[in-house]
């Protein structure tokens, strides 16, 4: 693992074994050593969430050649923390990719998505950090018309750097289209409105199984959202400074009425 | 269930069970009518995960008086999804409080946190939101002091509603302080220096247990942790677009060389 080559994490939330995490490392090797660290399944929906309440595994796998992989039983934020503490060790990753994810990430997605939470781990962490996402969920979703625009944009951070505190969200239309190129957005407003599917078990229980269609609520075309929709990459730069620094000075003007009791 | 006094949805991440969920549906009890849909266990650390890999329990309990209360097999997130779909199906609350949870979301911790993720769902459905947590882990925390600044803050959004697409981040100093007041603040930058605790398993395999120590990276009179080590409540006006709008300009001076293959 000792070279001169830039070092590169790879991680998504898919698994290990999703077609999506194959792309993105093959596309890494023309610009680096990759080491990968991946859920051992789906982790897709787990957001920022860490395990605490139980203990972790992290196994060495065989899966592509030249690549030295694990595979770990936590969240993708899970990988990303293992893989700096316990793979890497000391030596720290000139990039973090994350994806390709088998679906979007754009607007409100990126509070949910495990790809964007590793990405946002590994900025937090201080490497410079990229989540990849494509417009189709399925399994055998073609990647090929995603491969160059990967390559490019991780190479312009590899050598340009993120500015501090930032990472990327990068989403690709689905090859319905003909990419138009690189735009950089900002995250859309929207939403996902519910529509829990409501079933019995065999016993008479009734159960729920969380579905959902999303509302976008904004329409300006700075967005992830319209890019995506005329066949451009979106590229939004993204943070982990969750204040709303705006809404500071209406909130000093409150009078907080405290009661004794 | 149907009642002019304001509609308040209370949630947590330590599970319906835990004494600080108990502080907070007395507090609320003073301002309007209480629904709790709550984990049915602990579910510290979850983010934003949702659930969307298995289906989702959600059943009646009845643990406190006068209180319509809901247990959930999901995650925090999951519990506000329900609630609004399910539960008060149509009819929206007035607020959403999350907590009080046995132990600081601060800094970091916001993301982390499934505390204030269910506060951050709150906000994205609309709902005046706000999180509240205590700088004590114990199950036998003391949240007396908290008590007043509780009802007053939830009072106050109430009263004032929030602006659109923001929340409240309410953190407490311990009961080791006597409270200074309210501060509002930005979230400290700083983050999770983890040590992860290797171990082996009867049958001589490795497993790791996930902790570590928070890093301080910020040394800001204006943030959260400036303010609770000086004994006040901090309230941190926090959003969920997470856009680094300030380094658009600089993304979009980069040239894009796609590479063709």
């Avoid at 395990?51 to 934020?77: A, F, H, N, Q, W």
């Avoid at 289209?177 to 939403?191: H, P, S, V, Y």
């Avoid at 009734?206 to 959202?225: A, H, I, M, N, P």
Wanted: glycine share 8%; hydrophobic share 35%; charged share 20%.
């Amino acid at each position: 693992m000792i070279t001169d080559r830039p070092l590169i994490l790879v991680v998504n939330d898919d698994g290990i074994t999703a077609p999506g995490i194959k792309v993105l490392i093959e596309e890494m090797q023309h610009l680096g050593e990759v080491v990968v660290v991946a859920p051992d399944g789906p982790q897709s929906g787990m957001g920022h969430a860490i395990t605490i309440g139980k203990p972790l595994r992290l196994d060495k796998v065989e899966l592509y050649p030249d690549v030295e992989m694990y595979k770990c039983s936590g969240t993708p934020v899970d990988c990303v923390k293992l893989a700096v503490n316990r793979v890497f060790k000391g030596r720290k990753p000139d990039l973090c990719v994350s994806g390709i994810n088998h679906g979007l990430n754009n607007s409100i997605n990126v509070l949910y998505s495990g790809t964007m939470s590793a990405a946002v781990e590994g900025a937090i962490e201080g490497i410079p950090s990229i989540g990849f996402s494509l417009d189709d969920f399925s399994y055998d979703a073609n990647f090929n018309h995603c491969r160059p625009y990967v390559r490019s944009i991780a190479a312009q951070v590899l050598q340009n750097g993120l500015p501090k505190h930032s990472l990327l969200n990068v989403n690709f239309p689905n090859d319905s289209f003909d990419l138009q190129g690189i735009k950089i957005c900002r995250q859309a407003g929207g939403r996902w409105v519910e529509e829990f599917d409501e079933r019995l078990d065999p016993h008479g229980r009734d159960y729920f199984w969380l579905t959902g269609k999303f509302q976008l609520e904004d329409r300006g075309e700075d967005t992830d959202v319209h890019a995506l929709q005329h066949g451009y990459v979106s590229v939004v730069p993204t943070q982990f400074d969750m204040t709303a620094h705006h809404v500071i000075p209406e909130l000093n003007s409150w009078s907080f009425d405290i009661p004794n009791d």
